[in-house]
């Protein structure tokens, strides 16, 4: 009403409340129109050996760019799918679009390098992950080992639903990833009901290497934690090459972040990988 009355172009006299629900709710009718129109894309990011700087994985991060709002972040739109009920067709868009780039990746570099889709909690809830998975690595014609599933450590609960989806899916032959760790509130208890391939300790923690004893000293305990549960670990954020140095003397071998690269478009990150398979064939170390 305040925007009809002076010409339908201000809304500065609604309050701000009712304004973030106007927003949200537009979000939702646009993130709706996404998915029918096919305007979702993903972003990739490598992991790489921190000592060869190798790419050794990849995560599919998801981009959506709103026709009029322009670019949106996942961490704002995820959690609105999520409350809508669209994180159900997005999710399954996500595994099906990772699967389709896991095999060109294997095609185009000879390589069959891992590449990991986010999953939320509300994913495993409300949709059969598993089942979505199945098809999408027979219809790409890849191995379930092409894939890794990331959820990040507060969705871990003692839930039995839960245990038992995660365990067909590692039994199905995918990985799986613990993302953000250290941020969730899960106890080891919880940890040692799954039996997860990787930790990726949260950028947090990684970002304040050098800056912060406590920060120091929970980035070792996940290397060490990963250690005793026999599975890898990654630093997540890393953009300095101090930061490399500390992870390398703390024994975390592997790293993700801006100072290796940015997550890139489809083809850039072909061209990464192809120009990254020249330079290791010419020294002779592939
Ligand atoms: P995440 O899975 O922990 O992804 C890592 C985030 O850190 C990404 O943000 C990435 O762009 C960012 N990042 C990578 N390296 C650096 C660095 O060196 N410094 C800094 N400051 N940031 C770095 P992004 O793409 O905005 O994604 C945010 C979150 O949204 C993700 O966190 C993930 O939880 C969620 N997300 C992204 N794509 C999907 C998806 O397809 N499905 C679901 N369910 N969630 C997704
Ligand atoms: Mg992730
Ligand atoms: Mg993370
Ligand atoms: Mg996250």
Same mark, same amino acid.
Request: hydrophobic fraction near 40%; include cysteine; charged fraction near 20%.
């Given at each position: 009403?305040?925007?009809?009355?002076?010409?339908?172009? !201000?809304?500065?006299?609604?309050?701000?409340?009712?304004?973030?629900?106007?927003?949200?709710?537009?979000? #939702?009718?646009?993130?709706?129109?996404?998915?029918?129109?096919?305007?979702?894309?993903?972003?990739?990011?490598?992991?790489?050996?921190?000592?060869?700087?190798?790419?050794?994985?990849?995560?599919?991060?998801?981009?959506?760019?709103?026709?009029?709002?322009?670019?949106?972040?996942?961490? !704002?739109?995820?959690?609105?799918?999520?409350?809508?009920?669209?994180?159900?067709?997005?999710?399954?868009?996500?595994?099906?679009?990772?699967?389709?780039?896991?095999?060109?990746?294997?095609?185009?570099?000879?390589?069959?390098?891992?590449?990991?889709?986010?999953?939320?909690?509300?994913?495993?809830?409300?949709?059969?992950?598993?089942?979505?998975?199945?098809?999408?690595?027979?219809?790409?014609?890849?191995?379930?080992?092409?894939?890794?599933?990331?959820?990040?450590?507060?969705?871990?609960?003692?839930?039995?639903?839960?245990?038992?989806?995660?365990?067909?899916?590692?039994?199905?032959?995918?990985?799986?990833?613990?993302?953000?760790?250290?941020?969730?509130?899960?106890?080891?208890?919880?940890?040692?009901?799954?039996?997860?391939?990787?930790?990726?300790?949260?950028?947090?923690?990684?970002?304040?290497?050098?800056?912060?004893?406590?920060?120091?000293?929970?980035?070792?305990?996940?290397?060490?934690?990963?250690?005793?549960?026999?599975?890898? !670990?990654?630093?997540?954020?890393?953009?300095?090459?101090?930061? #490399?140095?500390?992870?390398?003397?703390?024994?975390?071998?592997?790293?993700?972040?801006?100072?290796?690269?940015?997550?890139?478009?489809?083809?850039?990150?072909?061209?990464?990988?192809?120009?990254?398979? !020249?330079?290791?064939?010419?020294?002779?170390?592939?």
């Amino acid at each position: 009403e305040a925007r009809r009355s002076n010409g339908g172009t !201000v809304c500065r006299f609604e309050p701000a409340i009712a304004q973030a629900t106007h927003q949200r709710a537009r979000l #939702v009718a646009g993130m709706r129109e996404a998915i029918a129109r096919d305007e979702l894309s993903f972003a990739f990011q490598p992991l790489v050996d921190l000592n060869t700087r190798r790419i050794v994985q990849v995560e599919a991060l998801i981009r959506w760019t709103h026709p009029t709002y322009g670019p949106q972040s996942p961490a !704002v739109f995820i959690p609105l799918a999520e409350e809508s009920g669209l994180i159900g067709a997005l999710g399954e868009w996500g595994i099906e679009t990772t699967a389709r780039f896991a095999a060109q990746l294997a095609r185009e570099t000879g390589r069959a390098i891992p590449v990991a889709v986010n999953v939320s909690g509300a994913q495993f809830a409300t949709t059969p992950v598993l089942s979505q998975l199945l098809a999408a690595v027979d219809r790409n014609g890849i191995s379930p080992s092409q894939l890794l599933v990331e959820l990040t450590e507060s969705v871990l609960t003692d839930e039995a639903k839960l245990v038992r989806q995660l365990d067909e899916i590692r039994n199905a032959g995918f990985r799986i990833a613990i993302d953000d760790f250290g941020t969730g509130y899960s106890s080891l208890s919880y940890l040692h009901n799954y039996s997860v391939h990787e930790l990726k300790i949260d950028k947090s923690f990684v970002q304040k290497l050098g800056s912060e004893r406590y920060s120091a000293k929970i980035v070792q305990l996940c290397i060490d934690l990963a250690g005793e549960l026999g599975c890898a !670990v990654v630093a997540e954020g890393v953009e300095t090459e101090e930061q #490399v140095e500390i992870l390398r003397d703390m024994g975390c071998p592997l790293g993700q972040g801006f100072l290796f690269s940015r997550p890139l478009p489809q083809e850039e990150f072909l061209q990464l990988c192809n120009a990254e398979q !020249v330079s290791w064939s010419a020294c002779g170390s592939n």
